[in-house]
Structures are given as C-alpha cells and as structure tokens.
C-alpha cells in the first residue's frame, strides 16, 4: 500500500475523534503494517493512565497479533475484529483494508459489540487509495 496522503489521514483523525467521544472510550488509533500510529490517540480529556513507551509496546503487541492472525485466515477465515479484556482496560483492534488497524482502549466494564458497531458507523465513510483503488476503510 502506497504512504496515506494528507487528506486520508486527516480523514482518519476525524474518525478517531468522533469514536473517542464515546463515554467509556479513551484511545482511538490507526495503526499502518509497521505499527506505526498514523492517525488518532488519547482523549484530550483522560489523565494519561498509559504513558508513550507502554503505548508504543501496546501498538507493537497488537500489530504483531494482528499480522500473525492473518497468517491464518486463509483456513479460519478473516478476523473481524479482536478484544482483549484485562483488569484495567478493554483492548479492541479491528484490520482494515490496506494493512490498517484500528486499536481502541476503552473502560474495562465497556460493551464491546457497542464499540464494534460505532466503529462501523464511524468509519464507513473514510475513504483509503491504494493503487488506484478507492474504498471504504471498513466494509
């Protein structure tokens, strides 16, 4: 997949934005196939409960998880999307077209499928190009 362009990025950090604006959500972030924050993060609003160097090893983990998934999804099927629950927070990851992932944090306590379908709702609209071919980030 060719770099995003200004607009696809800017694109995608409004997405990321309106999805943190959910009441149990804090993170929102796109991910490209290095693992690579490319657009979104934490809600202004959120006293850093993580700080960049656990971020950085919680986009690696997530990407890592995420490649090797894909490895198998010519036997299982392709992934619609991932939750991790701990004690602490709610780790959802959804792959894109493109070698994209979406990651979301969110309160541990938080309805997952509800997430799910905001992401859905919210995503539907951005637009990605990659070789010569426009579509929706999330089908």
Known sequence: MNELTEDE??????????????????H???LNRYG?????????SVEFLIDNDKS??????MN??????????????ETDYATLRRTNFLLITVPEKGDLLIVIIAEPDSDDRKIIKKVEDI????????????????D
């Open 9 to 26: 990025v800017n694109s995608l950090e409004r997405a990321c934005t309106k999805l943190t604006q959910e009441k149990k959500v804090f």
């Open 28 to 30: 929102v972030g796109v």
């Open 36 to 44: 690579k924050l490319v657009a979104g993060g934490f809600k202004d």
């Open 56 to 61: 950085k090893i919680i986009y690696e983990l």
């Open 64 to 77: 890592n998880i995420f490649q090797k998934r894909k490895e198998l999804d010519s036997v299982l099927g």
């Open 123 to 138: 995503f539907d609209n951005v637009k990605i190009k990659s070789v010569g071919v426009s579509y929706p980030i999330y």
